[in-house]
């Protein structure tokens, strides 16, 4: 379960600080998958970098299974993030010089996981890129890149998958196969999962939808 | 086109930071260049005004023989009425005074000598121009070096002359590097008397000429090179003189434009990369241009205006910086090179540096020819970063060919250079590909072992950028060194036993067996001799061997000394054996007495003279040696030690063949004490007046004096090269670590801890910069010993604290900088970072 509490982000500009989120509360059960949605610079994407602890709040907590994100000792902070959450991007941020199979394998190579090979193979299986798996980045099309990303996400066995705008560079029919598989995948592995995006039949096809307008959570 | 324009000054004032960091750059480059420039011309400025005063005439026609008839009938029809014409000669001779004896350089002149300048005399007014019967002008530092005093009686040859005045200054006196005696001047008159000039003597004829204003001395001197086509025939005018006069400035001129080649060459580099850290944005602006509409060439304009403008601006802060330099560095030349031009810089210059900058910039962001969907990948794709590949490098390569050649003003060493450079490009490309390939094949288990191999060799466009350039760097940057060292050694010339102390010459045939005789009386040893024959030659392999005619806008080195070779006459010697530093290069050894079943008599041509000439082994050369032709085969090439100082020759004969030919001797001492030296001189020029001695110690002291203010010269542009390329080198490491930013937020989002990307990124920095590093010092000794065998012809002497030094600075950079921009990139907010990339 992911647990939001009060919690508040606000940016230095010219013209004084700037308030992105307002004192948010929202919790999110576990093996759900919720859409985030919201007009641009409404503050979607500042909430998922908090989600995956790349930021700080101002204040305010994230509760992942209990564990304050934020109260982590610095040096264990990396650790938790690599083991318990994992991102995908609109632009998949495959590494050009690793293969499929590669880029699957690094982060269970980072985290010294065993036989990291052998589980990215098994999972490129699972996105249905069997076929493909010697390949690189520039020698797959949109989709294929997004399904290794997704298998990358899913190699460390993360409680957290978090997506930003996953369809938003894929056309209407990739990106609906694309997020059929993740949503299979998310409730096979009972993952719980954000997604941001603007993808209105996306949005509807999550268990629930927040909406974001001047930093605050409208249900 | 206007609005193009107007988006180019939009951009150009938009983008001032860049704009004015990379003026900044583009002005340290050519800076060093233009002073380098501004030096060249100022010489021939500073030249062109003293040229009548140096000639002491319009045009001046001299050679190392008399005149025949014919010839001076042709001067007399082709002056006619256009001018005046005056006689002099000069040769070198002892000077007996009654407290010591000295070579001097001897003048003796007519009436109307000077046509130009003034010579200033102590005791006279500076207008008097008479030289009374017997009577002589000492060059004023006789007063110091021999006691000297006015009324004294000195002798010169037969005849005694009542010193009537001391020079003060000779207009006619240039600022050449190492003056072999001072000079003393008499009447022509009296030459006769003195009875220096004998058959075979060492002497130079000459027929000054003042011309009438309305006298064009360009087609003057064309008509009397048309007639006079014998090349032992000198023929300046005041024009042409500075070509001629400023050789050894203009050598070391030309070594600072190499230098400021190399600096330019760093900066190019420099630029290159920091323009690689912009380069995504500004190729993201230029696909997105070429997607709205506009043409490539459009789009090239727009580069082109800019190009223009950041040009513009960077010729005037490079204008503002020689300016403000200038000072200096005319402290420097009046210190160091004891010279007096005034630098000073051209409107012509500034304008050509413009033109070079406008074309460096152009070639540094060298045509834009993506296709349309390279265009939309580069825009949409965030992870396809713009790859600075190694062909990328190539129009910034192929523009410093044409800059070397013109900074050289030598084809030869300016090609040298580019080829140096292009080679150690592939000797770093070859290697880098077989060392990335084998450690790609290396299994590792850790991935941060794995991961940055992976990367270095997957990326290898990449990688061998880096390699290259990093190379590039680091093999200039140890080559100069290097050289310098080579020279250095070349200064060290022994110990002073191994070297003669005295060298005399014109000692004729009769003289040379009571020369021996007399020194062993006095208890001294010639230690080597050889008989000398003036001859000229008429052809080669049946062709006539005329004087060149090379006038163009752009005369190179190779050029003018291959008119001044081809201009000379030539000394011949024969010999039984070669001489104990003399090596056969090329060619078979001959023996060395002649066969009468040989064809022609064998000659052995030294390496340098042959290759100027334009001479093969197998070539028949014909010599006229006083009315007599002789032709003659080259059999080999000799290297010659020139540095060693013993009496040696450009052409040697078998013996047999010349020894009829009239001729004299050549000869050197062993080592000397002072006090010997001086009993020498004093004993040997009372004994036969003819014969001129030269203390060659002095003029050894005197050649290392100039080498070492050369070298001083070459240590400040070494060590302005070494700071640019280290800027060079740190510009190369910000921009490839940039590069890789994206990547480590990519890791860092997957869970890498700053201490393992800091071990990736260390591997894989230091892993290019120890490969740029070994291959590129170790090419740059290959370079060394190419140039130094090439073109100066001397030994190359390694010299290995430079490169450690250079390894541990440049290591300690790519720790460094790697470290630091992986720590602050680390700490920035991934998900928004990876975010905007998008």
């Known amino acids: 379960m992911i647990e939001i509490r009060n919690l508040s982000k606000s940016f230095k500009t010219q013209q004084g600080p700037l308030e992105i989120l307002k004192d948010i509360n929202f919790q999110i059960p576990k093996g759900k998958i919720i859409a985030i949605t919201g007009h641009s610079g409404s503050g979607k994407s500042t909430l998922l970098s908090l989600l995956a602890g790349l930021d700080k709040p101002d204040s305010g907590q994230i509760l992942i299974e209990g564990r304050d994100l934020f109260a982590i000792p610095p040096h264990k902070q990396n650790d938790f993030r690599a083991q318990n959450i994992s991102l995908i991007f609109q632009n998949y941020y495959l590494i050009p010089h690793l293969t499929a199979l590669e880029n699957v394998a690094l982060p269970l190579q980072i985290l010294k996981k065993a036989s990291p090979f052998e589980e990215a193979q098994r999972l490129l299986k699972e996105v249905g890129l069997e076929d493909r798996m010697s390949h690189y980045p520039g020698e797959l099309s949109g989709g294929e890149c997004q399904r290794v990303s997704i298998a990358r996400g899913l190699a460390t066995k993360p409680l957290v998958l978090l997506a930003d705008e996953p369809t938003g560079s894929l056309d209407n029919e990739t990106g609906n196969r694309v997020m059929k598989l993740y949503f299979d995948l998310v409730r096979k592995h009972n993952l719980t999962s954000v997604i941001v995006t603007h993808n209105e039949e996306l949005a509807a096809l999550c268990d629930s939808e927040l909406k974001l307008s001047q930093g605050q959570i409208h249900k | ?838």
């Open chain 2, 1 to 838: 086109m206007s609005f193009l324009f107007l988006y180019s000054l939009k951009r150009f004032w938009r983008k001032k930071a860049q704009v004015l960091l990379t003026s900044l750059f583009l002005c340290l480059g050519f800076w060093g260049w233009l002073m380098s420039e501004s030096s060249q011309t100022s010489i021939r400025q500073s030249l062109e005004t003293q040229a009548r005063q140096i000639l002491s005439a319009d045009v001046s026609i001299e050679s190392r023989r008399e005149f025949t008839p014919q010839e001076l009938d042709l001067i007399r029809k082709d002056v006619a009425n256009k001018g005046q014409i005056s006689s002099s000669y000069e040769f070198f001779a002892m000077l007996n005074t009654p407290h010591d004896s000295r070579l001097v350089l001897v003048r003796a002149v007519e009436d109307t000598y000077p046509f130009y300048g003034k010579l200033k005399l102590e005791e006279k007014t500076p207008t008097s121009r008479e030289l009374f019967p017997l009577h002589l002008w000492a060059s004023h530092e006789f007063k110091g070096l021999m006691n000297l005093k006015l009324n004294e009686k000195v002798h010169l040859g037969d005849a005694d002359f009542n010193v009537s005045d001391f020079v003060l200054e000779d207009p006619s006196q240039t600022f050449r590097l190492a003056n072999l005696a001072p000079t003393v001047f008499i009447h022509l008159k009296d030459l006769k008397k003195t009875n220096l000039i004998q058959f075979g003597s060492t002497f130079t004829t000459l027929r000054l000429i003042k011309i009438n204003p309305s006298t064009d001395v360009d087609k003057l001197a064309q008509k009397l090179k048309q007639d006079l086509k014998d090349p032992a025939i000198d023929i300046s005018t005041y024009k042409s003189l500075p070509d001629e006069m400023s050789g050894p400035t203009q050598r070391l001129s030309d070594f600072l434009g190499l230098s400021s080649l190399v600096t330019l060459l760093f900066c190019g580099l420099s630029l290159f990369y920091l323009l690689q850290i912009w380069s995504l944005e500004h190729q993201k602006e230029k696909a997105a241009l070429a997607i709205f509409g506009l043409s490539r060439w459009k789009i090239q304009a727009i580069e082109f205006f800019q190009s223009v403008l950041t040009a513009l601006l960077s010729t005037i802060l490079s204008t503002g910086l020689v300016f403000l330099s200038i000072p200096l560095m005319q402290n420097f030349i009046r210190e160091w090179l004891a010279t007096h031009f005034i630098l000073r810089v051209t409107w012509h210059e500034i304008s050509f540096i413009w033109i070079c900058q406008i074309i460096l910039l152009i070639a540094l962001t060298f045509p834009f020819r993506k296709s349309g969907t390279a265009l939309f990948r580069l825009l949409k794709d965030s992870m396809s970063s713009d790859q600075s590949g190694v062909s990328r490098l190539l129009p910034l390569l192929l523009t410093i060919w044409p800059f070397a050649i013109y900074a050289s003003r030598s084809w030869k060493n300016g090609t040298y250079f580019f080829v140096a450079i292009l080679g150690v490009c592939f000797i770093l490309i070859f290697s880098g590909w077989i060392i990335l390939n084998a450690l790609r094949k290396i299994p590792w288990t850790q991935w941060t072992l794995s991961y940055p191999l992976q990367a270095l060799s997957r990326q290898s466009t990449a990688s061998w950028a880096f390699i290259v350039t990093a190379g590039i760097c680091a093999s200039v940057l140890n080559l100069m060194p290097q050289l310098q060292n080579s020279f250095d050694s070349m200064m060290t010339l022994g110990s002073e036993a191994e070297r003669p102390s005295l060298f005399m010459f014109d000692i004729q045939q009769e003289q040379f067996q009571p020369l021996q005789k007399f020194l062993d009386q006095e208890g001294f040893k010639i230690k080597s001799s050889s008989p000398l024959v003036r001859a000229r030659i008429l052809k080669i392999n049946g062709k006539t061997f005329e004087r060149i005619e090379k006038k163009g806008i752009f005369q190179t080195r190779e050029d003018q000394t291959e008119e001044r070779f081809r201009n000379r006459s030539v000394n011949l010697t024969y010999r039984t054996h070669l001489t104990g530093d003399d090596k056969i290069i090329e060619g078979e050894p001959f023996s060395f007495t002649y066969e009468s079943s040989q064809k022609y008599p064998f000659i052995s041509v030294e390496q340098k003279y042959l290759n100027r000439l334009h001479l093969h082994i197998g070539d028949i050369l014909t010599f006229d040696v006083q009315g007599i032709e002789i032709s003659a085969e080259i059999k080999n090439v000799r290297s010659v030690q020139w540095s060693r100082f013993d009496p040696n020759f450009f052409i040697v004969f078998q013996n047999g063949i010349l020894n009829e030919a009239p001729h004299t001797y050549l000869a050197s001492t062993y080592y000397l004490t002072p006090e010997n030296k001086i009993h020498v001189i004093r004993s040997v020029s009372k004994a036969f007046p003819n014969i001129s001695i030269v203390d060659i110690e002095r003029l050894i002291r005197d050649i290392i004096q100039n080498l070492k203010k050369i070298s001083g010269a070459l240590r400040l542009m070494t060590g302005l090269s070494f700071l640019t390329g280290l800027l060079a080198i740190v510009f190369l490491l910000i921009s490839e670590n940039n590069r890789r930013a994206t990547e480590i937020h990519l890791l860092k989002v997957l869970g890498g801890a700053l201490k393992s990307i800091l071990r990736v990124r260390h591997l894989e920095v230091l892993l290019l910069s120890s490969l740029s590093l070994i291959m590129g010092l170790s090419s740059s000794y290959l370079i060394a010993y190419f140039i130094l065998n090439r073109v100066f012809q001397l030994p190359l002497v390694p010299e290995f604290s430079t490169p450690l030094i250079l390894a541990a600075i440049i290591l300690g950079l790519t720790y460094l900088t790697s470290t630091l921009i992986t720590f602050f990139t680390y700490q920035k907010n991934s998900f928004v970072i990876l975010k905007k990339e998008e």
